[in-house]
């Protein structure tokens, strides 16, 4: 089955400290990957995602890069702030027509100023 | 425009109660979809529905769990004779459609959380 393994937290930073959470996974079929962020108090949103292998998905400073050779899709930032403080969770879909997502178990990132 | 929305934002029962769950997602949106966040188990798929096909009911963790999705809009999930193990937050995503030829994005609501006593 589907299975999305996840760097374990928590996770704490000081601010403008280089940041990567690992991810890696096993699926069926060629799969889709997200990453998705919880904020304090807030629902999960789409941080990024990747539709195919070597494809980069980048939003709000972070990047992660569609591995199929190493089946990861670990998740960067060059400089944290205070405000990335969150859980972020690694996902992903597998198979057309059955689109329910797969997600690690999370890593709570505390960036301290 | 509005986001996908829950009700109640969070609901104390006593165990053996029956419990329902709504969700409104985003006007439009042809797929929806159930998740649970628990301790235990971390964020886990327990059902989803697109338009008017047979909804994927793979995840539901016993038969105590349900779920209708009326007029392809709203969704109720029901939990019958809830047990403490129930306990997580519940959450509600959409999406434009599922089943095409690229996977669309899934909009989370803010979730209900459920304590079973």
């Known amino acids: 089955g589907n299975s999305v393994t996840q760097m374990e937290g928590p996770v704490t930073l000081s601010e403008e400290a280089f940041l990567t959470i690992n991810c890696t996974y096993t699926?069926?079929?060629?799969?889709?990957l997200f990453w998705y962020v919880q904020y304090p108090g807030e629902g999960l949103q789409l941080l990024l995602k990747?539709?195919?292998?070597?494809d980069k998905g980048s939003n709000k400073g972070f990047e992660a890069t569609y591995r199929k050779e190493t089946t990861s899709f670990h998740l960067e930032k060059g400089s944290v702030q205070v405000s990335d403080s969150a859980v972020y969770f690694c996902?992903?879909?597998?198979?057309?027509?059955?689109?329910?997502?797969?997600f690690g178990t999370g890593t709570r990132l505390t960036i301290i100023p | 425009g509005a986001g996908v929305s829950q009700s109640p934002s969070n609901k104390v029962t006593e165990k053996g109660k029956d419990v329902e769950l709504r969700c409104d997602p985003i006007?439009?949106?042809?797929?929806l979809y159930w998740y649970r966040q628990s301790l235990g188990q971390g964020l886990e798929f327990l059902i989803y529905?697109?338009?008017?096909?047979?909804?994927?009911k793979s995840g539901l963790p016993s038969d105590r769990f349900s779920a209708e999705r009326t007029g392809g809009s709203v969704s109720t999930l029901t939990i019958q004779r809830t047990q403490q193990e129930d306990s997580a937050v519940y959450l509600c995503?959409?999406?434009?459609?599922?089943?095409?030829?690229?996977?669309?994005?899934?909009?989370f609501g803010p979730g209900t959380r459920l304590l079973v006593l």
């Open positions: 990747a539709t195919k292998a070597d």
């Open positions: 529905f697109q338009g008017n096909s047979a909804p994927d």
């Open positions: 006007s439009g949106h042809t797929a």
């Open positions: 996902a992903l879909i597998s198979n057309f027509g059955n689109e329910k997502l797969t």
């Open positions: 995503a959409s999406s434009l459609v599922a089943g095409g030829p690229v996977f669309e994005t899934q909009y």
């Open positions: 699926a069926t079929g060629y799969p889709s």
